[in-house]
């Protein structure tokens, strides 16, 4: 177990995401507040609890999410959990809003976490397939959980985490047939593919990439035609659930929150005629949807640039599965935020929206180590640990800052690391909760306010030992030659009963 670099990032990444405790913003409290309902209540009327967000729809007179059900639903098994084996009350009605409740905590960790630290591990294994050795395919895991925005959404009641690992755990699905049960394999892909728009409707375009995948897979004989009936089937299963929310909720299978928004901002945006809002392609947010302080995709995630040559090698390599779903996943997620009208994510760390895409971007990054040599690999290092330290830094000041300021890390997280006053829009404290402030508060009271960020220290440690421990007994071992197995998803792969 301990030379399986798998299991080191899912441990380094759950640990990790563990320490934080973020307080709400809108976004999460919209989702939370539905799966407190269903499981304290048993309904997914939000009355008594519309005090704590304004991400929220009102129909009839009556209080309801403005979120899609999937990421509530999914929360509400983490939730029921810790409130049974902790002795958790349930959440309070008729409250004003509350910026921390215990059950956030185990809620989130339960499912952005698990999810987070899961999309870890399933990128380790694919780097595997795709070449890597097991240092390598534990910086490809680890990069992502650490050193782009993921850290961030990970320690986050928002739907993305959960949305990524759905849709990457249904390509790898598809891509990996060739490891046995090919039905049942289908079958769950069309799950996941499908319930990723549950939880998110405007990954939508992603979900339909999938099924062309599978049906290019179904042209190109590398697949039984049978697999495309058992996709579709379990595409069904989500989508009637999503259907029968709606018709609980309000009425009408073709409804849904997004419709009946209770906050003028956003009644501005969505509508029946277009819920998700979406307008023509602003083209002036290109650059900064790619680069700079603000939301740029490549000052936030690093380790992303790999992708664009990992592409190449993908393509030389004829790995065309991998090469161009991943390629066509990023642009449609790309260009959606480009078409959106609130397109900088709101109060947030990077280039929110585009979070989804990150793990597809990692594809390419892992194929781009598996072809490059030992300065290949040391310069994805440094990029990783430029971008896990801008993650920490985001972290250790609560991971919201508002769409309002240029220039993010200069203007706000600095300052409030180096002790300056704090804004006056600022709601929360200097620094997020944390494991070591929660169980030490009267020691780090003591301490100078700008001094209290050595807080974070014992998780930089601790995740500094964890992952030379992983490296150290990770290595790989002696191989011994034999015919060579045909790699997942390659074109030797093909459908067997």
Known sequence: MLRRPEAWVFVILLGSYAFFWHARDWNSASRLMLTYSIVDRGTVLLD??????GDIAKFHGRYYSDKLPGYSLLATLPYALAKTGLGLPPHPRNVAGLAYWPADYWTTLGTSGLFSALSGVLLTILARDLGCGPRRSLLVGLSYGLATPAYAYATMSHGHQATAFALLASFALLWREGQGRPALRAFFAGVLAAYAAVIELQVGPVSAILGFYLLALVLARKRKPARLGEFAVGASLP?????????????????????????????KVHSAENPLGLRGFAGAHVIPLLWGGYRGLFFYAPILIFAIPGWIVLANRREWGMAVVSAATALAIFLVNLSYPEWTGGWSTGPRLLVPLFP???????ATLAAGGVLTTWIAVGLALAGGVLMLLFQGIGAHVPQFIADPLLDVVLPLWSGADLPPWWVSGRFARNLVGLLMPGR??????????????????????????????????????????????????????
Do not use: C
């Open 48 to 53: 008594g609890l519309d005090q704590q967000t």
């Open 239 to 267: 989508t009637l659930l999503l259907l029968g929310y709606n018709v609980l909720a309000f009425g009408s299978p073709w409804d849904m929150g997004y419709f009946h928004h209770a906050t003028d901002a956003f009644q």
């Open 360 to 366: 597809f971007a990692m594809l390419p990054v892992a």
């Open 444 to 497: 780090l009271a003591q301490l100078p306010e700008r001094w209290q960020g050595l807080q974070f220290a014992p998780l930089v440690v601790a995740q500094i030992l964890a992952i030379l421990g992983a490296s150290r007994l990770t290595r790989r071992p002696p191989t011994l030659k034999g015919p060579a197995d045909p790699r997942p998803g390659s074109n030797l792969g093909v459908d067997q009963e």
